[in-house]
C-alpha cells in the first residue's frame, strides 16, 4: 500500500469537510422520507460527492476511503439525531435527565429506533 505525504492530503481535508457539511444538510433533508429511499438516496449523494466534488476515481483506493469515511460520519450523525429525539422525547415525559427512569427512557427510544431500520 502506498503511503501519501501530508503534504498531499492536507488539500483534500477542507474539500471533505464541506462535503461532510452538506451531506449531513441532506440527510436532515432527507429523514422525513422512507428509509429505504433516503438510504440509497445517501449512497447516491456519497457516490457523488467522493466521484464528482472530490474528482476520484471509484477504482481507486482514496474513492473507497472517502466513500468509507463519508458514510461511516453520517451514521455518526443520524446515531446523534436519534439520541436527541429520545432524549427529547424523554424530557417532554416529564423526566429528568439525572434519573434512571430518563436514561431507560433515552436508551429505550435508542434502541427501538435500531429495531426500526
Do not use: W
Amino acid at each position: 500500500m502506498k503511503l501519501l505525504s501530508l503534504n498531499k492530503v492536507r488539500p483534500l481535508c477542507a474539500p471533505i469537510a464541506t462535503v461532510i457539511s452538506a451531506l449531513a444538510l441532506a440527510a436532515c433533508a432527507a429523514s422525513t422520507t422512507a428509509p429505504d429511499s433516503s438510504t440509497s438516496a445517501r449512497t447516491a449523494q456519497v457516490q457523488h460527492a467522493c466521484a464528482d466534488v472530490m474528482d476520484l476515481s471509484p477504482m481507486d483506493s482514496l474513492y473507497q476511503g472517502c466513500f468509507m469515511s463519508l458514510e461511516q460520519s453520517l451514521a455518526q450523525i443520524d446515531r446523534a439525531e436519534q439520541i436527541d429525539r429520545s432524549r427529547q422525547t424523554c424530557a417532554e415525559r416529564g423526566l429528568h435527565s439525572d434519573s434512571r427512569d430518563f436514561a431507560v427512557c433515552v436508551n429505550g427510544g435508542v434502541y427501538a429506533s435500531d429495531d426500526q431500520e
